[in-house]
Nanobody, 126 residues
Framework: VQLQASGGGLVQAGGSLRLSCAAS????????VAWFRRALGEEREFVAA????????PYANFAKGRFTISRDNAKNMVYLQMNNLKPEDTGAYYC????????????????????WGQGTLVTVSS
């Protein structure tokens, strides 16, 4: 599976961005796909995941109520809609995929994913 993340950019605090993760080489409709992020000098952290068919979508606490993860199976894409962005959301955002439906506790852990896209940079100005 090859993943291509896009949609990052510069936005003012309170603004919105939609990140896209395009998959190729495999249909990911039943796989678990997640977004992680890494701020400069910080550890990579989980943002949100969409689990395989019928699974729930876990979110990090900072993402709840502001971010929404979704997938378009027809386009083999996963999206992350980010609203009410804050300066602390600044960082590189990565999409990751793993075959099948991970259990929730595994879906939030980076080491559970074998496939990663390159990062897309999000910068939120105050």
């Amino acid at each position: 599976v090859q993943l291509q993340a896009s949609g990052g950019g510069l936005v003012q605090a309170g603004g919105s961005l939609r990140l896209s993760c395009a998959a190729s080489g495999r249909t990911i409709s039943t796989d678990t796909v997640a977004w992680f992020r890494r701020a400069l000098g910080e550890e990579r952290e989980f943002v949100a995941a969409v689990r395989g068919a019928g699974g729930s979508s876990p979110y990090a606490n900072f993402a709840k109520g502001r971010f929404t993860i979704s997938r378009d199976n027809a386009k083999n894409m996963v999206y992350l809609q980010m609203n009410n962005l804050k300066p602390e959301d600044t960082g590189a955002y990565y999409c990751a995929a793993q075959f099948g439906r991970l259990i929730t506790s595994s879906a939030t852990v980076a080491s559970s994913y074998d496939f990663w896209g390159q990062g897309t940079l999000v910068t939120v100005s105050s």
